[in-house]
Antibody, heavy 120, light 110 residues
């Protein structure tokens, strides 16, 4: 079964840090661009970051540049998001998503999401 | 404010056809970038519904169809069913090297 499973979410104080993980199974992880997308409560989807298949390229939305870093370990079929200097407005459900070669950039695999709450 | 504009809500009776528009500009859809559509049912993660403007992944019923023209795209759902109720999002790419989503459209089946 094709699957992405996020973990690492939780409650953190403003200014704090959190590291999210995403475990992939059922597909050839090293063939996929991977991404992070978040959804704030009751609102829409926001793209955060992309990382190339071999980890050699990373792209970020402006409002997380310098605060968030994505990385991957293809040997362990895992994706990570290191989030620093967290703000209240970063409170959201965070999804990892895979972008396969057959769908030309579409997010064709999604995890179930992990909730991050930034609050004092 | 989202880079792609969608109507906040649409509705239709079972069996009817509805369309959801997605309007971009010359930096994203109008620049020729593909449009993808996602369905998010209540309490679940988004699911790819249409990729590269018009293509359905395996398992998506042919009641769902996509189109693109100029700087806009549309998702059509025919033969509406109660289980189609949820949120629908369009997504494309922008010359600023960002992925962009629409604000989402809530579909209500009356």
């Amino acid at each position: 079964e094709v699957q992405l499973v996020e973990s690492g979410g939780g409650l953190v104080q403003p200014g704090g840090s959190l590291r999210l993980s995403c475990a992939a199974s059922g597909f050839l992880f090293s063939n996929y661009w991977m991404s992070w997308v978040r959804q704030t409560p009751g609102k829409g989807l926001e793209w955060l970051a992309n990382i190339k298949q071999d980890g050699s390229e990373e792209y970020y939305v402006d409002f997380v540049k310098g605060r968030f870093t994505t990385s991957r370990d293809n040997a362990k079929n895992s994706l990570f998001l290191q989030m620093n200097s967290l703000r209240v407005e970063d409170t959201a459900v965070y999804y990892c998503a895979g972008r396969g070669p057959a769908t030309s950039g579409a997010f064709d695999i999604w995890g179930q999401g992990t909730m991050v709450i930034v609050s004092s | 404010q989202s880079a792609l504009t969608q109507p906040p809500s649409v509705s239709g009776a079972p069996g009817q056809r509805v369309t959801i528009s997605c309007t971009g500009n010359s930096s994203n859809i109008g620049a020729g970038y593909h449009v993808h559509w996602y369905q998010q049912l209540p309490g679940t993660a988004p699911k790819l519904l249409i990729y590269v403007n018009t293509n359905r992944p395996s398992g998506v019923p042919d009641r769902f169809s996509g189109s693109k023209s100029g700087a806009s795209a549309s998702l059509a759902i025919s033969g509406l069913q109660a289980e189609d109720e949820g949120d629908y999002y369009c997504q494309s790419f922008d010359r600023s090297l960002s992925e962009v989503f629409g604000g989402g459209t809530k579909l209500t089946v009356l």
